[in-house]
């Protein structure tokens, strides 16, 4: 049987590869602890749970509108303009399973083949991956260490090419954790205002943040109606499972995004919207415990690094990931997230998982207990300690 060759241009999320590898381990008997997925270990709250059933007994088990329910897009543009300041009607918002479809569903809307998408490099794989599968090029912008893995415009400007049709923003940024200072947004949006270029911000992990509060680059002048706002439950709420997020944009876009979702899959969960409606109505403290869990293990894991010869890890300001430089272990990152899955029983992602500049680092997941924390930490300090004495 032939497949289309446009399969050949399709990537995907190595952590899912990784987790596959882990768990057949596990079937044989290994332990592993597992940083590699990235997902809230915690339960999703009950109050939101509880609106889900009341949802299920209400008879919220038909299709709803391609864009999402009515009342879940008022609540969600309420609540877009309360948290990001930034005046948002239910027509510019599509509900989706996932925020991960917006991904998809704003480069197929926005995109031609040919032209250019600028995404971040290391980034989160699926943007690459989409961008080529719709015909385009992915064009790198290299996040640098020593930039604090934040970039401006003096980095952006020198990608950009009459073929540049998007700019795909991550803050908190999966996977380095850092996050654009409000200046980044500033000059970033200086730049791209006058341009006929669509801004991706890629907003999932905005309420996983330890320092100051989050921004939106389309709360600056002109941005609003070329920027595509994506945001959700996974993470916010600890709901990987229940498939909710969004997308926030013109009207115009939103209605070409609804049709795509039409074709796909028609609609959202009716009822898994309804909980989504009583995550964003309800009491937001577990929100915060948990993000305070999160600053507790980055703490335990950021120190417990920096105590390993041969490894420096930043403390990231977002998101729950850690990626720390391991180049002085001399060692190539695939071949550090075997060694560390396979003799170790640590499942961890190599930095190239996230584009070739993440070569010289490891992603850690630190959604996780404290406990296995220190284990995988321990684990880890035991093999570079034996490969040292093997390399003596
Ligand atoms: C940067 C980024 N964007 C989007 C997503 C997708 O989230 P969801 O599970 O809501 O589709 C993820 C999930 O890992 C992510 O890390």
Redesign the pocket.
């Known amino acids: 049987m032939r497949y289309a060759d446009r399969m050949g241009q399709l990537g995907t999320e190595t952590a899912f590869e990784v987790l596959a590898k882990a768990r057949v381990l596990e079937a044989k008997g290994r332990s592993i602890v597992h940083l590699e997925i990235?997902e809230p270990d915690f339960d999703t709250p009950a109050s939101i749970r509880e609106a889900a059933v009341r949802a299920l007994d209400e008879g919220f088990t038909h299709y709803s509108p391609s864009a999402g329910l009515p009342e879940a897009r008022e609540a969600i543009a309420a609540f877009i303009a309360r948290d990001r300041g930034l005046p948002t009607t239910p027509d510019q918002i599509v509900v989706t399973p996932?925020?991960?479809p917006v991904?998809t569903f704003a480069i197929l809307a926005c995109v031609n083949p040919g032209d250019e998408v600028v995404v971040p490099d290391p980034g989160?794989p699926?943007y690459e991956s989409v961008v080529r599968f719709a015909g385009a090029k992915a064009v790198p912008l290299v996040l640098r260490e020593e930039r604090e893995f934040r970039f401006g415009a003096a980095d952006l400007e020198p990608l950009l090419t009459p073929k540049t049709r998007m700019v795909v923003l991550?803050s908190p940024h999966?996977p380095t954790g850092s996050v654009l200072a409000p200046r980044d947004l500033d000059e970033i949006a200086a730049l791209l205002r006058d341009r006929d270029i669509w801004v991706l911000s890629?907003e999932?992990?905005s309420k996983i943040l330890y320092e100051g509060t989050h921004e939106s680059i389309a709360t600056r002048p002109g941005m609003a109606e070329r920027t595509i706002l994506?945001d959700?439950?996974?993470?916010t709420y600890a709901m990987?499972g229940w498939?909710l997020?969004y997308g926030v944009m013109n009207p115009t876009l939103a209605k070409h995004v609804a049709r795509l979702a039409t074709n796909v899959y028609s609609c959202a969960t009716s009822f898994v919207q309804r909980a989504g409606i009583a995550a964003l109505a309800g009491p937001q403290d577990e929100v915060k415990g948990m993000v305070a869990e999160f600053r507790r293990r980055r703490d335990v894991i950021v120190e417990g690094l920096n105590k390993i010869p041969g490894i420096t890890c930043r403390k990231p300001a977002g998101a729950f990931y850690v990626f720390p430089n391991i180049r002085a272990l001399q060692v190539k990152s695939s071949e550090a997230e075997r060694m560390l899955l396979e003799d170790a029983g640590v499942a961890a992602l190599s930095g190239t998982a996230f584009g070739a500049h993440g070569e010289g680092y490891l992603r850690f997941s630190y959604a996780n207990s404290i406990e296995n924390i220190r284990e995988a930490l321990r684990r880890l300090e035991t093999l570079v300690q034996s490969q040292a004495r093997a390399a003596r």
């Open positions: 990235g996932g925020g991960k991904i989160f699926i991550n999966n890629d999932i992990y994506l959700g439950y996974s993470k990987t498939r997020g």
